[in-house]
């Protein structure tokens, strides 16, 4: 397994990630890094974990269709 930084409030970022990396599976274990900075900043905490993982589905279904792979989620 390999890590690849990616940005989940970024959705162009993630398509070239997994452009570049070609996967077969797709761990998401993004989030907010910092508790207190969640709380303070509910709405942007709530775009990267929810839209974030729905960019990340989004990018996943593109990349299928481009190439014919599959790539479990």
Known sequence: MRLH????????????VLGRVHPDEVYNLGAQSHVRVSFDMPIYTSDVIA???????????????????????
């Open 51 to 73: 839209l974030g993982t729905v960019r990340l589905l989004e990018g996943i279904r593109e990349y299928q269709q481009q190439t014919g792979r599959r790539v479990r989620f």
């Open 5 to 16: 930084y990616g940005d989940l409030s970024d959705g162009n970022c993630l398509r070239e």
